[in-house]
């Protein structure tokens, strides 16, 4: 069993920053074996894919919403992955969820929440106009 714990949401003006962290935990964890993922959900919205970062880290991937705005990262020496968020608008609010996929060696995109084993808690961004 995998633990993720998401931090550094927060409220924010329209145009500005956030970095968001999400660090993993497990008796044993190869957290180098995991493909990770962020999500956010809205109120009143379903869960909507974010970022994608393979294994390695060799492979990422964005949705147009936020390509060019946001850059995934990790840190497997530290078990932690990392969302940057830049030039943030109003309808980047939300709850941000990191997940957690077992995938050693592959770098397939994963972008649908079936896809992943294991999710945090979430962490709210709130963005002011």
């Known amino acids: 069993q995998v633990q993720l714990v998401e931090s550094g949401g927060g409220l924010v003006q329209a145009g500005g920053s956030l970095r968001l962290s999400c660090a993993a935990s497990a008796s044993g964890l190869s957290f180098s074996q995991y493909a990770m993922g962020w999500f956010r959900q809205a109120p009143g919205k379903e869960r909507e894919f974010v970022a994608f970062?393979?294994?390695?880290?060799?492979?990422?991937y964005y949705p147009d919403s936020v390509k060019g705005r946001f850059t995934i990262s990790r840190d497997n020496a530290k078990n932690t992955v990392f969302l940057q968020m830049n030039a943030l608008k109003p309808e980047d609010a939300a709850i941000y969820y990191c997940?957690?996929?077992?995938?050693?060696?592959?770098?397939?995109?994963?972008?649908?929440?079936?896809?992943?084993?294991?999710w945090g808690q979430g962490t709210p961004v709130t963005v002011s106009s």
């Open positions: 997940a957690a996929a077992f995938r050693p060696h592959t770098v397939a995109v994963l972008f649908t929440s079936p896809d992943y084993e294991y």
């Open positions: 970062i393979s294994w390695s880290g060799s492979n990422t």
